[in-house]
């Protein structure tokens, strides 16, 4: 699997505990991050020489742990890639129409790259559910920064989430967190989510991405007896990733390899 960053961890996270039989390799792509102010040619030039690095050590699936490159890429690289190719988006909006009644509204927060596209937009029409996509710009950089649970976090959620309600034709039945960063904020969203909107469902595209992968890779569900074997691989500062990994993994990182990604 990989990701432009650090958010790709959380859905490795979930994956870690879904399929505890398999191997995993993480690519960081940090050299060319961040994806969503790059070019569709770009962002499907990085995904397709990542995904070539990842199947030359031995995947049998590819998981494209960013939202980004899952919207631009992932529909050009899905019909010519050897192995199985999977992003966060699908899965997530599959979460989202069956965690609420059909037809409804559900509001994905998501980056500016993301909401551009409007592959969220198209998944969940195409589950009968209507998106609101709101750019949340400020989440990353104050999930990187640890900020989960401050209250200049809180006061930006509550910015974000009226300005979004106040563009929404209807009250969102469901809540999508579109980017792999958000689910470190998910606590702090659950409180200014109900204050609006009240005990609606908050869907982790992190979590749905990982029980799809267990749909498909069903021998791994079950624990092997020498356990999940972990590698990871940084295109830039893999020192720095290693140390920061461990806040959006909850565990701590092997030694990470340097890699270059041959485009």
């Known amino acids: 699997m990989f990701d432009s960053g650090f958010g790709g961890l959380t859905v490795l996270r979930e994956l870690l505990r879904h399929l505890p039989g398999a191997d995993f390799v993480y690519l960081d792509d940090t050299a060319h991050l961040p994806y969503g102010s ?25 998981v494209v742990a960013c939202n ?11 019909t010519e890639a050897s192995v199985a190719l999977m992003g966060v988006i699908q899965p997530g909006a599959e979460a989202a129409a069956a965690a609420v009644p059909p037809g409804s509204t559900v509001l994905v927060l ?16 195409a589950h009968g559910l209507l998106a609101v996509e709101k750019a949340c710009p400020l989440f990353v950089p104050l999930a990187e920064e640890g900020w989960t649970d401050s209250s200049i976090t809180t006061q930006v959620a509550d ?28 606590p702090l969203l659950q ?73």
């Open 38 to 62: 790059k070019s569709q040619a770009a962002v499907t030039r990085f995904t397709a020489a990542a995904t070539k690095l990842l199947v030359g050590r031995g995947a049998d699936l590819v």
């Open 191 to 263: 409180g200014t989510v109900q204050g609006l909107l009240g005990s609606v469902p908050i869907v982790d595209s992190a979590e749905a991405t990982a029980r799809r992968a267990a749909q498909l890779l069903p021998a791994a569900t079950s624990a092997g007896q020498r356990g999940s074997v972990l590698s990871v691989l940084a295109t830039d500062s893999p020192t720095k990733f290693q140390r920061l990994g461990a806040r959006f993994l909850c565990r701590e990182l092997p030694p990470v390899e340097h890699v270059q990604l041959e485009e």
């Open 110 to 125: 998501a980056t500016e790259a993301t909401v551009a596209s409007h592959a969220y937009a198209r998944a969940c029409a």
């Open 68 to 78: 980004t490159a899952s919207a631009l890429a992932l529909p050009l690289l899905q």
């Open 159 to 186: 910015v974000y989430l009226r300005e979004a309600l106040a563009t929404s034709p209807a009250l969102p039945a469901a809540v999508v967190l579109g980017c792999t960063h958000y689910p470190l904020l998910r």
